[in-house]
Nanobody
Framework: QLQLVESGGGLVQPGGSLRLSCATS????????IGWFRQAPGKEREGVSY????????KYADSVKGRFTISRDNAKNTVYLQMNSLKPEDTGIYYC???????????????????WGQGTQVTVSL
């Protein structure tokens, strides 16, 4: 059974850093594109970052460019999201998602992914 489990969330002060992990099982991670998404209370789920199954290219939302970095370790079946210079507006539940079909230019669209984790809370506040 295909599973994704996020971890690494928590409470951090503005300007701080967190590294989220998305541990996968039940499928060969190397064949799947992975996206990170977030959802703040009362807002729609939005794409944060995406990495191709080959790991050769990635995409970021404008709001996180230069601050967030996505990476993958297929041998460990894990995808990471390093988040630096965090801002209060980064607060939300962060989800990772996987799909066998590479979404390409639609990599930040949640509608392109069929498999989702349960999410991890990130709160950026004093």
């Amino acid at each position: 059974q295909l599973q994704l489990v996020e971890s690494g969330g928590g409470l951090v002060q503005p300007g701080g850093s967190l590294r989220l992990s998305c541990a996968t099982s039940g499928f060969s991670l190397a064949h799947y594109a992975i996206g990170w998404f977030r959802q703040a209370p009362g807002k729609e789920r939005e794409g944060v970052s995406y990495i191709r199954n080959s790991g050769g290219s990635s995409k970021y939302a404008d709001s996180v460019k230069g601050r967030f970095t996505i990476s993958r370790d297929n041998a460990k079946n894990t995808v990471y999201l390093q988040m630096n210079s965090l801002k209060p507006e980064d607060t939300g539940i962060y989800y990772c998602a996987a799909d066998l079909t590479d979404p390409g230019v639609w990599g930040l669209s949640p509608y392109e992914y069929h498999h989702w984790g349960q999410g991890t809370q990130v709160t950026v506040s004093l």
